[in-house]
């Protein structure tokens, strides 16, 4: 009889694994762009040795440490440029007075790239939430001598039209960053990184909707580890909690759905390289 019940009780804890196995790759396909080629190497399959990854706000290269990750540890060059110290942002969870914020994201943007590795960090403080009423011209140029200095193959930023979040400063950025890309007389592929259409379409309301209908489709994707991903939000304490008030989803939860970082060239697609 004993034996009955423990053979009983192993093929529900089965089948509850398998129905929470099946659930999990559901909801997984909810965030995923079906059919999209996972990148192998940063440096043999994008042929980049040396990246500039360009972002408006401290917390903005969460959205692609996958890929810098990568190409530090296949040995790439890696240089961040973060055009304001984010010190407009609201904090999740208080952690300083308003006034000096900026000093705390600057520093945990800096801590973050020190974590991945890179080898080059540039912050400017130009003013958070401003972007669209700076210099367009002067943008350009500071993105322009970033790009001097670091030697960037390949650049990455935010989808103009998109920008993930269609937020203001992530669009002026990514159109400075193509304009300087495009003034300078290097070869140089720029990439967009992107966020998942499905996720956008299921769970982003109005305004997901049209983010995914302005989105270019992604030409590759990389693995994104959860726990780097964690671990980022970990070291941008102010803004640890941000995904929970704004979204209802725990960074644990977010990332274990969302498992890879999506990215598209600017141009005629991976063929380009």
Same mark, same amino acid.
Do not use: C
């Given at each position: 009889?004993?034996?009955?019940?423990?053979?009983?009780?192993?093929?529900?804890?089965?089948?509850?694994?398998?129905?929470?196995?099946?659930?999990?790759?559901?909801?997984?396909?909810?965030?995923?762009?079906?059919?999209?080629?996972?990148?192998?190497?940063?440096?043999?399959?994008?042929?980049?040795?040396?990246?500039?990854?360009?972002?408006?706000?401290?917390?903005?290269?969460?959205?692609?440490? =996958? &890929?810098? !990750?990568?190409?530090? #540890?296949? /040995? %790439?060059?890696? +240089?961040?440029?973060?055009?304001?110290?984010?010190? $407009?942002?609201?904090?999740?969870?208080?952690?300083?007075?308003?006034?000096?914020?900026?000093?705390?994201?600057?520093?945990?943007?800096?801590?973050?790239?020190?974590?991945?590795?890179?080898?080059?960090?540039?912050?400017?403080?130009?003013?958070?939430?401003?972007?669209?009423?700076?210099?367009?011209?002067?943008?350009?140029?500071?993105?322009?001598?970033?790009?001097?200095?670091?030697?960037?193959?390949?650049?990455?930023?935010?989808?103009?039209?998109?920008?993930?979040?269609?937020?203001?400063?992530?669009?002026?950025?990514?159109?400075?960053?193509?304009?300087?890309?495009?003034?300078?007389?290097?070869?140089?592929?720029?990439?967009?990184?992107?966020?998942?259409?499905? =996720? &956008?379409? !299921?769970?982003?309301? #109005?305004? /997901? %909707?049209?983010? +995914?209908?302005?989105?270019?489709?992604?030409?590759? $994707?990389?693995?994104?580890?959860?726990?780097?991903?964690?671990?980022?939000?970990?070291?941008?304490?102010?803004?640890?909690?941000?995904?929970?008030?704004?979204?209802?989803?725990?960074?644990?939860?977010?990332?274990?759905?969302?498992?890879?970082?999506?990215?598209?060239?600017?141009?005629?697609?991976?063929?380009?390289?």
């Amino acid at each position: 009889m004993r034996r009955v019940v423990l053979i009983s009780i192993a093929a529900t804890a089965a089948i509850l694994l398998l129905a929470v196995l099946a659930g999990l790759l559901i909801a997984r396909s909810m965030f995923g762009e079906p059919g999209v080629e996972r990148l192998s190497s940063v440096t043999e399959d994008l042929g980049a040795q040396r990246l500039l990854f360009v972002f408006a706000h401290p917390d903005d290269e969460i959205t692609a440490n =996958a &890929l810098m !990750r990568r190409a530090v #540890e296949e /040995g %790439a060059h890696v +240089a961040l440029y973060t055009a304001t110290r984010g010190e $407009a942002g609201t904090q999740y969870p208080p952690v300083i007075d308003q006034p000096h914020l900026g000093v705390v994201r600057e520093a945990e943007a800096r801590r973050h790239g020190f974590d991945i590795g890179v080898d080059r960090h540039t912050v400017e403080d130009l003013g958070d939430g401003q972007l669209a009423d700076h210099d367009f011209e002067d943008l350009v140029a500071r993105v322009a001598a970033e790009i001097a200095v670091a030697g960037p193959d390949t650049v990455v930023s935010f989808h103009p039209q998109s920008a993930i979040s269609l937020h203001p400063d992530h669009m002026t950025i990514g159109r400075a960053t193509a304009e300087a890309v495009a003034r300078s007389n290097r070869q140089i592929d720029l990439v967009w990184v992107l966020a998942p259409r499905p =996720a &956008l379409n !299921r769970f982003g309301g #109005e305004q /997901g %909707a049209r983010i +995914a209908s302005l989105q270019p489709a992604p030409d590759f $994707a990389v693995v994104a580890p959860a726990r780097d991903k964690r671990r980022a939000w970990a070291i941008h304490h102010s803004q640890s909690e941000y995904l929970q008030a704004e979204y209802g989803l725990p960074p644990w939860l977010l990332y274990t759905l969302w498992t890879e970082e999506y990215y598209a060239f600017a141009g005629e697609g991976w063929d380009r390289r």
